[in-house]
Nanobody
Framework: QVQLVESGGGLVQAGGSLRLSCAAS????????MGWFRQAPGKEREFVAA???????????DSADSVKGRFTISRDNTKNTVYLQMSSLKPEDTAVYYC?????????????????WGQGTQVTVSS
């Protein structure tokens, strides 16, 4: 079993930046894929980004309000932590952000393919 704890959320003005962290414990962190999802008020949870177990492959959402170019996912296996650096934040980025783990070496954009989830951290972007 893996325990995930997110941190780093908060209130920020549009155009600002935040870095989310997700600390993992319980199993060998370096052997699985990590992902970030988010759920905005009144909407379904959606994929944001994922990173392979070695960090060599990253995946980002292709949704209409894509985060590509603004968000960067990374991991530090020595600290059992995955990060989501968010810049040029927009009000539509407001959501609860969840960290998730997939017990596989390759990333996935599908929520059902992730095995364990954190409790989430709130990100609010004001206009």
């Amino acid at each position: 079993q893996v325990q995930l704890v997110e941190s780093g959320g908060g209130l920020v003005q549009a155009g600002g930046s935040l870095r989310l962290s997700c600390a993992a414990s319980g199993r060998t962190f370096s052997r699985y894929t990590m992902g970030w999802f988010r759920q905005a008020p009144g909407k379904e949870r959606e994929f944001v980004a994922a990173i392979s177990w070695g960090g060599g492959s990253t995946y980002y959402t292709d949704s209409a309000d894509s985060v590509k170019g603004r968000f960067t996912i990374s991991r530090d296996n020595t600290k059992n932590t995955v990060y989501l650096q968010m810049s040029s934040l927009k009000p539509e980025d407001t959501a609860v952000y969840y960290c998730a783990v997939r017990f596989a070496s390759r990333g996935s954009t599908e929520e059902v393919e992730y095995d364990s989830w954190g409790q989430g951290t709130q990100v609010t972007v004001s206009s």
